[in-house]
């Protein structure tokens, strides 16, 4: 078991799991530079339904290597800063697993068919104009609500590193010294 450090897998995914979601991000702002039912707005929104289901599957992936190796403990008594932090980490594993299936459930409420690459996914939702609503509101708010969980805890992550001068980031990058101490 792991519990100093990171196993490499998981940062792996992690990084990886970042560069989707500025994929994802990216492509769903640029969708907005279209007009409607344009070909390069719908192409927007395919790639962002493509990168958001590689997320779910990076996230899956990830969350299982989590629970084989955990992850690292810190030393010293739990403050609220440590409990802040979890709290965030798990709060983006929830939204970065719920997401990609609320875009699912709303794009089939909504009659369409979601491919992943050239495999069109079974049909799981009859048609239902009100439940296409309700989850394409609450996928644009909580997909709203990522660029600001990001940021904190991005900014968290370099307040460790430069403030706190902590191993937190350097972990997260496998420089991590606390083997060799
Ligand atoms: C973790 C993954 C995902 C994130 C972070 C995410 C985030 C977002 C955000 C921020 C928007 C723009 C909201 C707005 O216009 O204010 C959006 C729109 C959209 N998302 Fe996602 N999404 C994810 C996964 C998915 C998946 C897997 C699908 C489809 C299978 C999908 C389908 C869509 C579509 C079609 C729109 C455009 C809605 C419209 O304006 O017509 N998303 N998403
Ligand atoms: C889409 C962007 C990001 C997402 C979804 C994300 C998500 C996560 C999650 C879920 C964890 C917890 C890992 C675990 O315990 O299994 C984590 C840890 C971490 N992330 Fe991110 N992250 C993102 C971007 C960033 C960025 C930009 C930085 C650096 C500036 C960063 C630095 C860290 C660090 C240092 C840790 C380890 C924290 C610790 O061990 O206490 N992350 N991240």
């Known amino acids: ?33 279209f007009v409607k039912g ?3 707005r719908e192409l927007c929104k395919t790639i962002h339904g493509l990168l958001g289901q590689l997320i779910f599957v ?13 992850a690292p403990t810190q030393p010293g008594t739990i403050s609220l800063f440590r409990v802040l932090d979890k709290a965030m980490h798990w709060l983006l594993y929830f939204l970065l697993l719920t997401l990609p299936i609320m875009g699912l459930v709303f794009l089939q409420a909504g009659g369409k068919d979601v491919h992943f690459f050239s495999w069109t996914l079974p049909q799981m939702i009859n048609p239902d104009p009100s439940l296409k609503k309700t989850f394409k509101e609450l996928h644009e708010w909580l997909g709203n609500t990522i660029y600001f969980l990001v940021g904190v805890h991005a900014l968290a992550a370099l307040w460790h590193h430069y403030i706190l001068k902590n191993d937190t980031l350097r972990r997260m990058l496998n420089k991590s010294d606390l083997e060799t101490k």
Request: net charge positive.
């Open 1 to 33: 078991m792991y519990n100093k450090r990171y196993h490499p897998l998981s940062i792996f995914f992690h990084w990886l799991v970042f560069l989707l979601v500025a994929g994802a991000l990216a492509v769903i702002e640029l969708k907005g530079q």
């Open 58 to 70: 990076a996230m899956v992936l990830r969350l299982g290597i989590r629970m084989i190796y955990g």
């Open 38 to 40: 344009s070909e390069p």
